[in-house]
């Protein structure tokens, strides 16, 4: 996962260099180099994403057209549009080859929708600029990766760090002749459970933020999350343990150089990936894709917690904690082959979270006011 | 290539260092107060800028909005913007203009996150001053009132003294709870019964009280009644009916305030023309659902929409909808709306090239009406000599009623009258956090230029 991470983070750099001395945007921060990244490990992830991109930002613009929705109702919709397209290409490419990326999917699909919600913010100049520079970000991203696989990296570097676009599985592995042996991903649910599931978690985060005004640690993060404990109870130690690092880091910067936004959101992804990065080298056994992915989670999870106001950081954790056992046990009910078992102290845990986060539910429900009827389009009843 | 490094190092260095510098500076600074809220922050922030300076502080206060300044000496200094605004320009104007003793800043945020990082990482504030709650950037601060509230109330710092001008029982309640979560001080302002009817007198009392609570004085005289007149509104006569601009206020509640004024001079029905833009679909979410209130209570019988996407605009609508191009010809759209006798309130959005197209043809019809009625030496523009005597539009504008019958400053329910006392006991010399009442300077007086 060097190659990969090396990819991100000079991805992440370049849309800081973008947003900062350019303006421009990049559709978001981690789209251009996760679409680099996706692209090395399976060629066709290119045109899924273009069209994928196309069908959300189709979706928008026909929204825009038709109705009067905005805001993140356009963004969710923008991002379950985009989703369909490679959540079921990726369908039929597992059908044919099931050692394939179907993980991707979980945290590729969102992306699409991302990128078209913010295309379509901008007007046409900016748009024109914005794609074009990402399509720039990522060929030369591409470029990158595909000068750095090759069989001398692979044999320096590839059994450092669970091994991803170097690995075995990787198209620009093969196409370079490189194949490092490395962990296989068997996820323990159909993918398109996963998809459900990652799509219901971002309309339980969106619900809970709207209704209470309260930031979870991120929008598919737990669902994801909780995919992955599954199967890799480690998982969850690496997320709890990173965004607790991230958001430490993140706040010391923030008061050193007063840095906010996507600068700062990048600069957590990057320490996001760093750890990954070292818990790859030294840590637990887990697939590289899942620790990149738990690295970016984290990122964004730390950087969450920074953006939540102090008074409300107690509730956006514990909520998130119990909206995550939610999310675990609802996987485990349908789940094949799961390492996570019902134990007794996994049931203790699992249950005061979900009792401490609906705690919180209920104490920010009564404080909502009781009676708001009467403000109805601006003029009082 | 060593030049290179020696900057990179250096630019690093100095970027590490601009947390701390800036808050060296904040801390030199003896009050720091930020305008939030969302209509009239601008105003306020110079009202402010103005009662201090007239006391004889050195004051620097930053406005944000279309034309950017800071204010010092009585100078305004523009404030050069290349590519988007960030918050990092309230660090670089106040290391340009050096430490005030009074500094004024216009939160410039519009999101829930850059609210809460203006005020923690580059204000500080001693005192957060809410003009109003009211549904505009509804898509980055929330989807109503309520949400918007939350939003301004949870991004203030803990203990911070907050000032409020919100007048809606309702939303006085979400800013309380709020607040008192994080044990800040807070005082509701309330309008005298007498101007409960002139939009924006809310952000005038709201600056009074806080001049009043930080230096012991209000504004009072001549100088507030100067401030509610600029706040005034009243119908722009022309040959053919009358019409009111209120476009460049673009939310609902303010335009809102605006007709209840207006419709006080005898207009209890209007005819409504809404600018749309591509851009602004929450605000024209939220003009569609006031507009359908007003059709409710029969203050509107149909609106006219130009602009842009007037078509979602008006399959949501319950009233007749008039739907015309961005490139509408001005007088034309205006002559329709006017021609059902009933006056023209223009609201929605202003910046467009139609909204400048009425705005002359406006001009044009006042000028000529004018020439008619008195000759090429016409007095006043806009003056409403010719309209007819007020009716009562209790039918209409009963849920106005309310308020106390003088002005008073109401602390919320969780708040105690103790609140007001801290000042002299608190832990800083002379007063509670932020509001250390500093013996006045030397100078002009408030009473002095006023009188």
New interface residues.
Partial sequence: MLVASLIVLLGLAYSVVA?QFA?VRLSGVVVVPMTAVYVLYEFSMFPLAVFGVAVAYATILAL?????????SLLIAGIVAGALVPVAAISLLSAVNPTGPVHVAFVGSILPGVAAYNYS?E?RTQRRRDVLASLAGIASLLAVGYMLVNPTTGSLIGTNTPAILVGEHSAVAGARDVAVPTYRYDPALPHWIGTLGLLLGIGVTEGIY?RW?VRLTGMAALPLVALFTLQYPAALATYVAGIAIVFALLSVV????????RVLLSLGIAIGIVLALGIGAVGPALPGFVLLFLGLLTGVGGYNVH?V????RRAALTISGAVFVWFLAGFWAVASNPAVGPTIPVLVVGGLVTVLGLRELVVLEE???A??G???????? | MSRLVETATRRLRSLLGRGSRHRDRLEDVEITIVVSGVRGKSSATRYLYEAFERRGYDVLAKITGNHPKCLRDGEQHPIDREGSVTLYENERELREHGTPEVLILENQAISDYTNWVFNRYFADPDVVLFTNVRQDHRDTLGRDRTAIAQALARSVPEGTRVISGEQDERIRSVLSGELNRRNCPLTHVSLPDSRESIPGAEVVYAVDALIHRVEGEPIGGRVLEGYLEEMDVEWTQLPQGRVFNAASVNDVESTEAIRRSLARQNAPVIEPVVYLRRDRRARSDAFVSYLDALAEDGAIERAHVVGENTDPFARKADFPVVENEPDADADRVLDEALEGGRPVVLMGNTVAGFMRDVETAIEERVAARQQIEHGPAAGDVGSDDAGPDPIDLDDIDASTAGGGSARDEKDSSQTTSDDVDRRQDGDRPGGERGIAKRPRPAGPTFDDTDD
């Fill in positions: 947003v303006d825009r057209r038709w109705t009067l929705l905005f805001g993140r913010r007007d709207a005004g923030a008061h050193a150089t007063l840095v906010y936004g953006r106001p102090p008074a409300e404080s909502r006011p009676d708001l009467g403000l109805r389009g601006g003029v009082d009843s």
